[in-house]
């Protein structure tokens, strides 16, 4: 008898447990505090007399409104990731958003910034239904399910994100705030999602939006790139090296563009016979292809004459010069506006991030 006693207390702990379900995201436990209030005056005890009154320890009133008790959702929120160089968030502003300041190589922070958000959307299929160059991006439905309730009934929600950049005055600083425009919701059984746990999934997605461009930029970075154009392609201009020659200047580490010159120097016309990562240089046949038994002149890109250049590369992580030399001279400003188009036009196409 005593064996069947304890089966069926067990039992019962089992269907009394099976009973009181909690969701993941609310806190357990009594909400009694709910209903306290302050007392207003302390009696003393008989025969006894009160020290004198001071607001020492006064509770401040609060005038901030918001949910309590089981409809706070108590599981940790997704965070703005602060991964690239240059971005930075600040403390206690609870909008979702994120600041780039403007870094030694980054020639228009706006611009990068910009583009980053373009190639985030562009490599993640990211469909994108209405756009205000450098100012606003809506995206198309992100989707989002997960199992919700007693049950775990699945849950869809499909948001529309809009991501807005605000660039300051001074120019060096460009802000993204990222919020949800649009939302569609459908449960299954007719679950009911709280308001605020909505709310909650929200602010997460938003931020998920965000993290997602941030993350690209910061790829971008460590490929190399410090400087973008208009096209999402490296920044490419005219210059001069460190040794004051005229030369074309990328807004992209060494490492970067020394591996770019092995795509962009064949497609100008320029056969590579050797090279020196250590010098940084190649050394280059331009407008004539040689084979073992003899050579012969092809068509290049470029207004030079055909022959023997050597092509010095020589930059940090944030900018690269490319100077080119003919019979141990470097090219002059006049030779190197000269080529400048179609050598920055391969660069570009070839450097697309």
């Not at 007399?49 to 001071?54: Q, S």
């Not at 609060?62 to 089981?70: E, I, M």
């Not at 910034?113 to 450098?134: C, H, K, M, P, S």
């Not at 995206?139 to 605000?166: K, M, P, Y």
Request: charged share 25%; glycine share 8%; proline share 5%.
């Amino acid at each position: 008898m005593k064996l069947k006693v304890l089966v069926l207390a067990g039992t019962a702990t089992i269907v009394a447990s099976a009973c009181s379900f909690t969701p993941r995201e609310q806190a357990e436990g009594k909400f009694d505090y709910l209903n306290a209030g302050l007392q207003e005056k302390v009696e003393p005890a008989p025969n006894k007399k009160l020290p004198t009154p001071t607001n020492r320890y006064a509770i401040p009133a609060v005038n901030q409104s918001g949910p309590t008790g089981k409809i706070v959702p108590v599981l940790a929120p997704t965070l703005v990731w602060p991964l690239a160089n240059g971005s930075r968030i600040e403390e206690n502003e609870p909008a979702t958003h994120i600041y780039f300041d403007e870094i030694e190589g980054m020639n228009n922070v706006e611009q990068y910034v910009w583009q980053g958000a373009l190639q985030a959307l562009r490599t993640r299929n990211v469909g994108i239904v209405e756009q205000q160059d450098r100012k606003r991006i809506v995206t198309d439905w992100l989707t989002e399910s997960f199992e919700h309730g007693e049950d775990d009934d699945l849950v869809t929600i499909r948001r529309r994100v809009a991501l807005t950049f605000d660039t300051a005055d001074h120019g060096r600083t460009t802000t993204i705030h990222s919020d949800i425009v649009e939302i569609e919701v459908e449960t299954e059984n007719n679950v009911e999602v709280n308001p605020t746990y909505l709310a909650f999934r929200n602010r997460n997605a938003a931020t998920a939006a965000l993290n997602m461009v941030v993350s690209e930029i910061a790829i971008t970075q460590m490929a190399g790139v410090a400087a973008v154009g208009d096209d999402g392609a490296v920044a490419v201009d005219m210059g001069f090296d460190e040794d004051g020659y005229a030369a074309i200047v990328l807004g992209a580490s060494f490492g970067f563009t020394w591996g770019l010159m092995q795509e962009v120097l064949p497609e100008l016309g320029f056969g590579i016979d050797d090279y020196n990562r250590e010098l940084g240089r190649y050394y280059v046949l331009y407008g004539v292809k040689k084979s073992f038994w003899f050579s012969r002149n092809v068509d290049g890109k470029l207004e030079l004459p055909r022959g023997e250049y050597e092509v010095k590369v020589t930059g940090d992580q944030k900018r690269t010069t490319i100077t080119l030399f003919r019979n141990g001279q470097p090219l002059d400003a006049a030779q190197v506006m000269q080529i400048f188009a179609p050598f920055a036009a391969e660069i570009r196409a070839q450097s697309s991030i």
